[in-house]
């Protein structure tokens, strides 16, 4: 995700990638560039700063294997083998997050830059350090010196885009893993507090109760004094700017996990899968590596800009991951002073805010440039009003020590029992994320893990006033009082970023959840069976059985369609709802969808396409679609209902013959909707986009199932799984794992495209962990060794 949102600027080098000649703008000229600067594999290499010789095994699959002798060494050398496979993407990632975009990309990336940097943390560094665990600035310090050892390495052999755009990576600094980009990019609430007042302010309380209603219900409103029409999507530019050219989506990452115990497992123990979706990119945003030290065995996915492992296992515990909800933002309305901008309103008096003077180094400008961040006692100030005199300040988790999105899996890790998971789970702060879990000892069980605030007043899904300090924060919950559970009666836990709220649960997380119908499909497979293998795991997680679209039929049933209609109607009620790629009605159901959502919530919302998207509901479309009422349709809510259906099928009937052709029977959902994996540089051209960007594979599913493959209005996949894993603990070598494209970052290396293939058939991968098995997997071994030794 963060790989994606700068594609857009470097169409700025496109007269300088140009200015050579014909021959090397070819696509075979430029892969060839790009393979002779691949990284060095086998062999060995001799490195300042390592104490003692480290093995790296690297698979058929390209996933390093990391035999080190220290803790310093591990981490060292993944920062070392992260930068061979992904140099380019590291550094814009750490342009990223630091706010150093615009020295590469100009000026159309200074607001990018300034919301970065309002976004990183600015409180004591030893409470941040300790907040991962105690060693995590040593774990830091080493994994960024492999980083710059490896650009040292390489010198002027540097990977193909840096050639073409003509620029060096950055050197790291153990801070780079602590910036903040990609947990604001996680927590969505504070944007749908924007869009939930500007939708007030258009329609009215009881219709914006009516089209964005809350879970559970709740009669929100705003708070008294607050000026609505202050409220506009100017607040969040900053943020739509950093994270260009990405979609605004009401939740920016789904995903599914469950975990089952030993009595529905057959093999004896426990079985647990999990498949986070995020944006669907070239590089994958994941990285999976095996790490291996005293103290250290563990082995999955996480960021490649990151050490450690976000997800997978260690030798005794496994854990999975997905999105909880948790409300972890507020948007405070501060008010400023008639005459002075940078002092605010607490309470009757005025005081200053914090000011904090820095520079942009800005391609094509020959001086930095200054900027000036302000932050009020509620944090960073995102928007500033100066004509209504209002300030915008963002509260958010990620200001708190500890605040690194994904850094908290240093503890995790390192668990090898219950309790150690859960007291490693105090780390665990950004994003929020429902963790399920299993242990060789045969316990399961689930947290919906994150720093979870407690309001003084308020519910958080609106702006409120910062003066008076009402609405302020009082704390965060620990996490025995967070949502989890052990050991259930019905012997397995799942979650997709569903409801999780326990009956009878006290404390307030969350309003506001993705709709159920993914978990609903899995609830179904896992009560469907007595006995469970990761076959059957993996059918889980490629399940495309669409609940809405069931939903769906039952509506068409009871409307009577024109009689030029009903054979395409009857495609759709003998259809069994799964997204198949050869599905003929699945195409109809899509576009019909499509149709719908725009037919029923268009002439309601804001015309603002952010803000239109982000509130659209497509579990409220169903509920009124099956029960119509005079709230919704008026007076005749039935015959409403049936003009709605009749007048968007027959659209989608239209639409689906301009895209696929008159006959029905050579319609194909495969053929509609797919996966282009596009490189960055491929907006420089199509000689480039030839060279480095892959072919695009045939998709099935849609947002709604298990395998979760959400596309854009042109239904090309945008989000998804690009990694998932399933794993046996009975033998954690029966562990399986897909990702997407590839390990390599690099075009040209035969790790660059090799996992798409899989991926695409819905085929697994081993995710080879003990010694034995992956001396039988290993296709490159390289030795890193201390220099001069």
Request: hydrophobic letters at 40%; glycine letters at 8%.
């Amino acid at each position: 995700m963060k790989f994606a949102a700068y594609s857009f600027g470097l169409s700025v080098f496109l007269i300088m990638a140009t200015s050579s000649t014909a021959a090397d703008q070819s696509p075979d000229a430029l892969l060839a560039r790009a393979k002779a600067v691949l990284a060095q594999l086998d062999g060995e290499i001799r490195l300042p700063g390592l104490h003692e010789p480290v093995e790296i095994l690297r698979d058929e699959w390209g996933i390093a294997h990391i035999y080190a002798q220290s803790q310093h060494d591990l981490f060292y050398a993944q920062g070392f083998v992260a930068a061979q496979d992904r140099l380019f993407q590291l550094d814009l990632w750490r342009r990223i997050g630091r706010g150093e975009t615009a020295e590469i990309f100009g000026d159309e990336a200074i607001e990018a830059d300034r919301f970065a940097r309002l976004m990183l943390y600015r409180g004591d560094m030893q409470a941040e350090w300790r907040s991962y665990s105690p060693d995590a600035q040593e774990i830091a310090t080493a994994f960024a010196g492999g980083i710059n050892a490896c650009i040292d390495h390489v010198g002027d052999k540097l990977p193909i885009e840096f050639q073409i755009l003509g620029y060096r990576p950055q050197r790291w600094q153990p801070e780079d893993v602590l910036t903040r980009m990609s947990g604001i990019i996680m927590t969505a609430n504070w944007q749908r507090e924007i869009a939930r007042a500007r939708l007030i302010a258009r329609v009215g309380i009881e219709q914006a109760r009516l089209i964005a209603p809350t879970d559970p219900p709740r009669e929100f409103a705003p708070a008294e004094g607050l000026d609505l029409a202050a409220i506009t999507p100017d607040i969040y530019q900053g943020y739509v700017a950093a994270t260009r050219v990405l979609k605004f989506q009401p939740s920016p990452s789904e995903s599914n996990n469950w975990v089952i115990d030993a009595s529905l497992s057959a093999s004896g123990k426990p079985l647990l899968a999990s498949d986070p979706h995020r944006a669907i990119t070239l590089p994958s945003l994941r990285y999976l590596v095996h790490l291996h030290a005293p103290g250290w065995n563990v082995i999955g996915a996480g960021e490649p800009a990151l050490p450690g492992v976000a997800l997978g296992h260690n030798l005794r515990i496994a854990w999975g991951m997905t999105i909880v909800g948790t409300d972890q933002a507020d948007t405070f309305v501060e008010q400023t002073h008639p005459d002075d901008p940078r002092q605010y309103k607490v309470g009757d008096r005025w005081e200053p805010m914090q000011v904090v003077q820095e520079t942009i180094r800005v391609r094509g400008r020959q001086s930095p440039l200054p900027i000036e961040l302000r932050y009020t006692r509620h944090g960073p100030v995102i928007y500033q009003d100066e004509k209504r005199r209002l300030a915008f300040a963002l509260k958010w988790a990620g200001s708190e020590p500890g605040g690194a999105a994904y850094l908290g899996s240093l503890a995790v890790a390192r668990a090898t029992n219950r309790v150690e998971f859960l007291r490693s789970l105090a780390a665990w702060k950004v994003p929020c994320l429902n963790m399920v879990y299993a242990d060789v000892g045969g316990e399961i069980g689930w947290v919906a893990a994150a720093l979870t605030p407690v309001r003084k007043a308020g519910d958080g899904l609106l702006p409120v006033p910062g003066a008076a300090g009402d609405y302020d924060w009082q704390g965060y919950l620990k996490v025995q009082d967070l949502p989890q559970s052990f050991n259930p009666p019905s012997h397995w836990l799942a979650t997709a970023n569903h409801n999780i709220l326990p009956p009878g649960y006290p404390h307030q997380i969350a309003f506001e959840w993705s709709a159920p119908y993914r978990f609903q499909r899995i609830q179904e497979r896992l009560t469907a069976a007595k006995k469970f293998t990761l076959d059957g795991f993996q059918s889980i997680q490629y399940d495309s059985t669409s609940l809405p679209a069931r939903a769906l039929r039952e509506v068409l049933k009871a409307v009577q369609l024109p009689t030029e209609l009903a054979p395409f109607g009857k495609l759709l009620l003998e259809w069994d709802g799964t997204l198949a790629l050869d599905s003929q009605a699945g195409s109809l159901y899509a576009v019909w969808l499509q149709e719908l959502m725009a037919g029923f919530f268009d002439e309601r919302l804001p015309k603002d396409p952010v803000e239109r998207a982000d509130l659209r509901n497509v579990t409220v479309l169903l509920d009124h679609l099956s029960q119509p009422t005079e709230a919704w349709f008026g007076a005749n809510p039935t015959e409403a209902r049936d003009e709605l259906v009749r007048t968007t099928f027959a659209t989608a009937v239209a639409r689906t013959k301009k895209l696929q052709g008159d006959d029905p029977q050579r319609w194909r959902w495969g053929n509609l909707h797919q996966a282009k994996l596009e490189h960055p540089l491929a907006s420089l051209g199509p000689s480039y986009d030839k060279a480095f960007s892959l072919d695009p594979v045939e998709r099935s599913g849609d947002g709604y199932t298990p395998n979760n493959t959400r596309h854009d209005d042109t239904f090309r996949q945008m989000h998804g799984a690009s990694y998932r894993h399933v794993l046996d603990l009975a033998d954690w070598d029966r562990g399986l794992a897909t990702s997407t494209p590839g390990q390599s970052g690099q075009p040209g290396s035969p790790h660059y495209g090799d996992l798409l293939p899989l991926w695409a058939r819905g085929k697994y991968f081993p995710l080879a962990y003990s010694r034995q098995k992956v001396e039988q997997v290993t296709r490159h071994r390289l030795w890193l060794r201390p220099q001069g030794k």
